[in-house]
């Protein structure tokens, strides 16, 4: 049987929230980052890449290619229970 696992979503200026999916962890901190940059004129493009630790960092993209620019204020690390 494999060992439970929980999200841990943590967002520059939020507090750190547990959710039972990947998924739902990036949909928290996409929803800071949709909010924090609602006002700006041109909406940024972002994304999530897995990083060498098993972490899903959210990162800056280009909007024509969709390559990282550089990372933003989201991050999404795995939390196995024992």
């Known amino acids: 049987m494999s060992k439970p696992?929980?999200?841990?979503?943590?967002?520059?200026?939020?507090?750190?929230?547990?959710?039972?999916?990947?998924?739902?962890?990036?949909?928290?901190?996409?929803?800071?980052?949709?909010a924090e940059t609602a006002e700006r004129p041109t909406p940024p493009y972002w994304d999530w890449i897995e990083t060498e630790d098993g972490d899903w960092q959210q990162v800056w993209t280009r909007d024509l290619d969709d390559a990282p620019t550089g990372e933003a204020p989201g991050l999404v690390t795995a939390l196995p229970l024992e």
């Open 5 to 34: 696992v929980y999200y841990l979503a943590e967002y520059e200026g939020a507090r750190p929230a547990l959710f039972r999916t990947a998924k739902a962890a990036m949909a928290h901190c996409d929803d800071f980052l949709r």
